[in-house]
Each structure stands twice: as C-alpha cells, then as structure tokens.
C-alpha cells in the first residue's frame, strides 16, 4: 500500500478528499456507546425472517471503528485510542462474524470484509495499539478467515464467480493474506485460489460486452474489493500480475455509463436502486488504468462503513467530480440491454433471461426519464428478508413480473429459470425489438415481441 507512505497523515489530511472524509470520521465521538450484536437480535432472523435488527448495529459498531480509526490516523492523537480498543475488542468478542442470513456459510461478505478492514487498521495504527489487542486481531483473523479460507476456500459456493460475492469474498481474504500472512507456502495457496475464483468472478458476473446483470449497485460492490486487491498484487509483484490489465475491464468500466440515466438516476432493472453513485476511488483508479474518465462525472459520497472505502477514497480520489458525462445510446444485445437518448428523454429496456443475479421476472421491462425525473419506473429491489432469498422469491411483486412493465398473455404471468427468456435486436436508428414468447413457458405461444422506438422524445410501444 505504497500510497501511504507517499505523504504524512498531517499532509493526507490536508487535500480535498480528506475535507470531505475528516469530518465525518471525527463526529464518531458524538457517539459514546458500542452497538450491540446480542443472540436475541442475532436470531431475529430466524424467528421473523428479518434482518435490520441484527445487522443495523453490526454494520453501526463497524462503521464507528472505521470512523475512529481514521480520524486518529489522520490527527496523530491519541485520545481515540481506548475506544479504539473496546471497539476492537466486542467485534474479536463476537460469537461469529457471519451474519444471520448467511448463517451457512463459513465466510460471508461481511466476515470478510470484517476480516479486511481489520487487518488494514494494524497497518494504519501499528503499534500504537496495546500488543494483546494487536495479538488478538491476528489470532481472530487467522482462526475465522485465513485458516479456514486455507482448508475449505476452494470449495466455497461464492467461488464459482457468478455475482458480487466471488469479488467482495475473494478480494477482501486475499487483501488480508497479503498484509498478514507472513508463511510464502501458506501465501501461494491462499494466492492461487483468490486468483482463480477473481478470474471466474470477471468471467461469469459480467457478460460478455460488460454488463453487471445485478445493476450498478452490485457493479460498485463486486468490485470494491476486487480493484483494491488488484492493486495491492500489482504492487507485491512488482506490476508482474495486473488484473486490471485484462481486456474485458476496458467493457466493464463502461458499464455505469450505460445505464445511467442522467439527475443521479441509474436504469434499476434487478436489485439495483434508482438512485446510486460510483464510489470515488473505483472511478479515480479504473478511469486512470482504462481511460474510462466519464466514470468520475458519476462519483457520490466518499465515506462509508468499511475503512477499506475511506482510505482508498482518501488515497486514490483527488477530491474532486467531474461534469456529469453527456447520455449517448447504448446497445449490448449479449447482455440484453438498451438506452435510447432523444433531447431530454431517456428509455432503458431489458432483454435477457429469468435467472440472472439477483433476477427479476422481468424481460421486456423499461424505464422512462423526462429531464432527470424518472415517468415510468421500474421497481428495482424489494425488502431484503428471508422470503425474497427463498422459493418464495416469485410470490414478492418486486420480483414477479406483475411488478413490472410487462405484459400477461394467457392470464399468465413469466416463468424464472434459464429458459425462460428473450432476445433483443435494434430495428432502427432510435429502436429495438424484443422477442419474448420463449419468458411465459406457454407451448402454444408461438410469438409475443415488444418494439420500444424513441423519436423527437416520443416513446412507441409496440407489444
């Protein structure tokens, strides 16, 4: 991490990025008490299916040691330190770092980046913390991560690389083998598996032409982890292994333009949201590695839970946005996505198929913006509980297609699973056509095709 030599806390503290970052991390004092990840709240989820009572103050007593660590880093004092250690200490305290509805697997996203973060705070604090506390970091890491990351890692099912798990996962534990694993046996093997479950990640979450099936949200998640342990590989070996390098990173970072809509707005076909942001230090490093610059028009707020977000915010962002890039059309018919752009008014439709990441029951769905408001919207995601990640998915309206802008034919609603699908094609300067019968599962449905054509910023549906 050769950044942080590159200045002095007192200088990192004094650029732009550190004016926006700074502030929020000292008002972590205001908060006195420890958040509490208690059994009750733990089995909340079991009892209810529900997951904010535990995962609010886990991601809240995080997000405080984040914040603490980063100011004392930056301010060189001190006084933080005993908060610091109590915070350490109730998160080493934890019965597990797994969070209740990932409670089958051995390490989950959170566990992870809990893992992640916490190995960056020894490098960034060092001895500054008392030798038990750093002792027991290291021995919590070691038994909840890296020995069992080691016995079991290539057998993980998030390691097959299709969605933002094999990314966040993978990159976040080889983050955490490369500042702690001091064993070049143990290393290489944790190394070598990280390697060839980041290589599946970028060849199975994304299609071919670049596309993030999940959405924009989960295009910035997938990615956190793996562009900063990229970087930080690139930088053991001496520029020897550059995952960035890889072609298809060029198609990737074109992604959030694509379904950027324009006023903050993102097409939020999936789980993805309506409103999101790119976060600074992906735009700043992939935008520098590929020369995607429109990705620094789209960046948002520099602070976060995960430590990890804040210092590469701090260390790889000059602080500053760009113009919002111009909206241009935009036609990936592999991963069944269009935009159409007329003066002010934007179309975003889909194609693909019903069992892609995070997957909607959605092909021929669209999304409508006038002048930076959105006309006819897709509903994006639903409330995260068990029922939304169970057989029960397709009862929720957010995910069937009742919920969206598609039609019933026959009575009947569109099926989930691989089969069922569409096929898009452009059928003119300013429009495309969708071939959807294959989504209904309906034997005797021979054709169903929805044309969507934008002129002088009039929409024609055509079904």
């Known amino acids: 991490f050769p950044e942080l030599a590159a200045r002095t806390p007192a200088e990192w503290a004094a650029t732009p990025a550190a004016a926006r970052i700074l502030p929020w991390a000292r008002e972590a004092a205001s908060t006195t008490t420890i958040p509490e990840t208690t059994h009750t709240l733990y089995r909340r989820f079991k009892v209810a299916g529900e997951r904010p009572p535990y995962e609010g103050p886990y991601f809240e007593k995080r997000g405080l040691l984040a914040r603490e660590v980063t100011a004392a880093w930056l301010d060189q004092s001190d006084a933080r330190i005993d908060r610091i250690n109590d915070l350490l200490w109730s998160i ?35 001895d500054r913390l008392p030798e038990e506390i750093r002792d027991r970091i290291r021995a919590e890491i070691k038994r909840r991560i890296m020995d069992p990351y080691l016995a079991h890692g290539a057998d993980y099912s998030w390691g097959s690389g299709r969605n933002n798990w094999t990314g966040v996962c993978a990159g976040s534990v080889g983050q955490t083998f490369l500042l702690l694993e001091e064993d070049p046996a143990r290393l290489a093997q944790a190394l070598k598996t990280v390697l060839d479950q980041l290589d599946r990640f970028i060849a199975n979450a994304f299609t071919e032409d670049g596309a993030s099936l999940e959405g924009i949200g989960y295009w910035n998640y997938g990615l956190s982890h793996y562009v900063s342990f990229a970087e930080m590989l690139r930088e053991r070996t001496n520029g020897a292994i550059d995952l960035l390098a890889k072609e298809k990173i060029k198609a990737i970072a074109q992604y959030p333009g694509t379904v950027y809509l324009g006023n903050g707005l993102y097409a939020s076909f999936a789980d993805a949201h309506e409103t999101s942001e790119v976060e600074p230090y992906l735009a700043a490093r992939i935008a520098q590695r590929t020369g995607a610059t429109d990705l620094l028009g789209l960046v948002g707020n520099p602070t976060d839970w995960r430590l990890n977000t804040a210092l590469r915010n701090l260390t790889w962002w000059d602080g ?23 003066g002010p008014t934007v179309l975003a439709i889909k194609a693909g198929n019903n069992d892609e ?50 039609p019933r034919i026959g009575g009947k609603l569109q099926k989930p699973g691989p089969n069922f699908s569409g096929a898009m094609e452009k059928t003119g300067d300013k429009a495309v056509t969708i071939r959807f019968e294959k989504a209904y599962g309906i034997p005797e449905l021979r054709e169903a095709s929805r044309r969507a054509a934008l002129q002088d910023g009039v929409l024609t549906l055509e079904d």
């Not at 935009?330 to 269009?338: E, H, L, N, V």
Request: proline residues 6%; negative net charge.
């Open 320 to 342: 500053a946005k760009a113009s919002e890039p111009p909206l241009q059309d935009a036609f990936m018919p592999k991963s069944g996505i269009a935009k159409i752009v007329s």
């Open 357 to 406: 990441p995070h997957n909607h029951n959605d092909i021929g769905s669209f999304v409508l913006c006038c002048d930076g408001i959105a006309c006819l919207c897709d509903p994006g995601a639903g409330l995260y509980n068990a029922a939304y990640f169970s057989s029960k998915r397709y009862d929720n309206v957010f995910a069937n297609s009742y919920g969206h802008s598609v």
């Open 92 to 126: 080493c305290e934890e019965t597990t770092w797994v969070v209740p509805a990932h409670e089958k697997h051995e390490i989950d996203l959170f566990a992870s980046e809990t893992g992640c973060d916490l190995a960056q705070m020894l490098l960034l604090l060092g």
